[in-house]
């Protein structure tokens, strides 16, 4: 799909947004498409979902055509995600919505709380967190980019199926693993790359939590090794003092950083009663 206005690829589900409340937004995780969310929209379905591409990721025009339609320069940046969400909500006539995201999702989704925060009406912060990465990290993704563009393409990412998923679930659902693995191998390289790039430029974000004035869930599979207890703690952390009230921390069982795909009705559960709660 290509859009002429920097709005990107939709996958809607359950009721009319304007018939419900304010939909849930969700926003998936590296380097997947919002198909990540089908398992967990089939357990809501009387919650409006609006389930988004990433630019260069499913049905969504690549980063450089967004970045045209929005007047923007098209340098990785995960802003430019966030302001293409939001141009999203424009043109579905959103005016505010509950914003999840897993893991670069939830950088996206930190990136609308600090930008745009008036269009939120909650925000859920799943198997992600708000620091920066270190020397490392961002020397690892810089990698990561380059080789995606080079000989290796998708196989880049077929080595981060270890890190993905939990132990329970690589010992126990070979048909997660599977599915995983296929994604993996069928991911876009030029959108491999700019995403590791905006990612290894994304500052810390936890200034946008402090005073946000809406309510906000965080979330993780508890065998997650990419988002760890100590990055949900202090998401927590920042949230916890404001007017709008603490942060409620779920920690979902048997499974890692893929909560969505390794426990879809846990982690559809506390989506549906965390929206309620901004509706
Ligand atoms: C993701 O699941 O989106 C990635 O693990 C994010 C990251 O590489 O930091």
């Given at each position: ?28 995780g590296f ?9 967990v929209v ?225 982690t559809a ?11």
């Amino acid at each position: 799909m290509t859009s002429d206005t920097g709005t990107l690829a939709v996958r809607r589900s359950g009721p009319r947004p304007d018939e419900a409340g304010p939909p849930l937004v969700l926003l998936h995780g590296f380097p997947f498409d919002a198909r990540m969310w089908d398992a967990v929209v089939a357990h809501i379905p009387q919650v409006p979902v609006l389930a988004l591409d990433a630019p260069g990721f499913g049905d969504s025009p690549s980063p450089q055509h967004v970045a045209r339609a929005l007047g923007r320069d098209a340098a990785p940046a995960l802003e430019l995600t966030a302001d293409a969400v939001v141009a999203t909500l424009d043109a579905e006539g959103v005016a505010r919505a509950v914003v999840g995201g897993l893991s670069m999702g939830g950088y996206v989704a930190l990136a609308i709380a600090e930008r745009n925060r008036s269009r939120l009406a909650g925000l859920a912060l799943l198997d992600t967190k708000a620091g920066e990465d270190g020397a490392a990290a961002r020397e690892n993704r810089l990698r990561m980019a380059a080789a995606a563009e080079g000989d290796a393409g998708a196989s880049a990412v077929a080595g981060m199926v270890e890190a993905l998923l939990g132990e329970t679930t690589r010992a126990e659902a070979p048909d997660v693993v599977a599915t995983l693995r296929t994604w993996l191998a069928a991911a876009p390289p030029a959108g491999i790359a700019w995403a590791q790039r905006a990612m290894a430029a994304r500052p810390d974000r936890h200034h946008a939590l402090v005073d946000l004035e809406v309510p906000a869930l965080v979330l993780r599979g508890v065998e997650d090794t990419v988002a760890t207890q100590e990055d949900a703690e202090s998401m927590a952390r920042a949230l916890s003092g404001r007017s709008a009230g603490a942060a409620e921390l779920v920690v979902v069982p048997r499974a890692g950083h893929m909560t969505a795909l390794e426990a879809s009705g846990a982690t559809a559960s506390a989506l549906a009663a965390f929206w309620r709660r901004c509706s």
